[in-house]
């Protein structure tokens, strides 16, 4: 069962930059769009950044000239590089990816399990 990793979250001053990484766990033949969710306490999850598999971004208004995008298609890795954090920054962030397991199979959707980002005041 392949499964989607998150590593790099942690906790930050407000101010200060972080690096997410996502890649999947297991064999992938390739991947379409991929993108960041977050989910802060009690509110619902909400996109913060896409790219499709051509490199077209998207950025939630609250990210947008702060949080950059990026992937590497060889590895199947998406990245999210968050500078000038703020307080309200802090959340869970997801990784989502749509991809296929081997070139005959369908595309279909995964998730990661989460990584905690705390940007203290």
């Known amino acids: 069962q392949v499964q989607l990793v998150e590593s790099g979250g942690g906790l930050v001053q407000a101010g200060g930059s972080l690096r997410l990484s996502c890649a999947p766990s297991?064999?992938?033949?390739?991947?379409?769009?991929m993108a960041w969710y977050r989910q802060a306490p009690g509110k619902q999850r909400e996109l913060a950044a896409s790219i499709t598999s051509v490199g077209t971004t998207n950025y939630a208004d609250s990210v947008k000239d702060r949080f950059t995008t990026s992937r590497d298609n060889a590895k199947n890795t998406v990245y999210l590089q968050m500078n000038s954090l703020k307080p309200e920054d802090t959340a869970v962030y997801y990784c989502?990816?749509?991809?296929?397991?081997?070139?005959?199979?369908?595309?279909?959707?995964?998730w990661g399990q989460g990584t905690q980002v705390t940007v203290s005041s």
């Open positions: 989502n990816a749509v991809a296929k397991r081997t070139r005959y199979s369908s595309d279909r959707e995964y």
């Open positions: 297991g064999s992938i033949f390739s991947t379409n769009a």
